[in-house]
């Protein structure tokens, strides 16, 4: 059974900081690409930025220029390190690997539960 968990998130000022961590644990054979997408009340859930395997990154124009995504490989964690952030980044964030969770078994998405991340101004 795979499990992604979520931490980091809070309540901070606009213009604050925050960094996300997602740990993905149980049977992992292989993990492509990791990402942090992001829900805010009443929108649908929106991509914020995607790492591969290979450590290429993408990042949606809104969040382009003050988040930084990373990953550990190691520890099978994937990072979204959030600077300068503003109300409007208000949401619940959640992280999606894509992954296979033996060698016989099809690539598929797999998502955490999601931490709330609530910016003040």
């Known amino acids: 059974q795979v499990q992604l968990v979520e931490s980091g998130g809070g309540l901070v000022q606009a213009g604050g900081s925050l960094r996300l961590s997602c740990a993905a644990s149980?049977?992992?054979?292989?993990?492509?690409?990791m990402a942090w997408y992001r829900q805010a009340p009443g929108k649908q859930r929106e991509l914020g930025a995607r790492?591969?395997?290979?450590?290429?990154?993408d990042y949606a124009d809104s969040v382009k220029g003050r988040c930084t995504i990373s990953r550990d490989n190691a520890k099978n964690t994937v990072y979204l390190q959030m600077d300068s952030l503003k109300p409007e980044d208000t949401a619940v964030y959640y992280c999606?690997?894509?992954?296979?969770?033996?060698?016989?078994?099809?690539?598929?998405?797999?998502w955490g539960q999601g931490t709330q991340v609530t910016v003040s101004s």
């Open positions: 790492i591969t395997s290979g450590d290429r990154t």
């Open positions: 999606m690997a894509n992954l296979k969770p033996t060698y016989w078994s099809r690539w598929d998405n797999y």
């Open positions: 149980g049977s992992i054979f292989s993990i492509d690409t």
